[in-house]
């Protein structure tokens, strides 16, 4: 994991959180307990990279879900690989 991943990874994070403070019913979607990973479109390595973390999280039998960033929208779903 690389420092620039780490850092665009913050960085989505917190905007992830200000979007969620906005609309707390993103979170309804999300189990408790489960991961979740960003992923942002137009950025395949950050996108793989965390992809790859995803599951490794999902291989002892976790749940992890995608908060996904395309423009000013966010979509959350469920992981699949």
């Given at each position: 994991?690389?420092?620039?991943?780490?850092?665009k990874?913050?960085?989505?994070?917190?905007?992830?959180?200000?979007?969620?403070?906005?609309?707390p019913?993103?979170?309804?979607?999300?189990?408790?307990?489960?991961?979740?990973?960003?992923?942002?479109?137009?950025?395949?390595?950050?996108?793989?990279?965390?992809?790859?973390?995803?599951?490794?999280?999902?291989?002892?039998?976790?749940?992890?879900?995608?908060?996904?960033?395309?423009?000013?929208?966010?979509?959350?779903?469920?992981?699949?690989?």
């Open positions: 994991m690389t420092q620039k991943y780490i850092k990874n913050l960085e989505l994070s917190l905007e992830f959180d200000r979007r969620v403070v906005r609309d019913e993103i979170m309804a979607k999300i189990p408790s307990g489960a991961c979740i990973i960003i992923t942002t479109k137009g950025d395949e390595n950050f996108n793989r990279e965390s992809r790859s973390l995803a599951k490794e999280a999902t291989k002892s039998g976790g749940k992890c879900f995608e908060a996904k960033k395309e423009g000013n929208r966010w979509t959350v779903k469920q992981f699949a690989y």
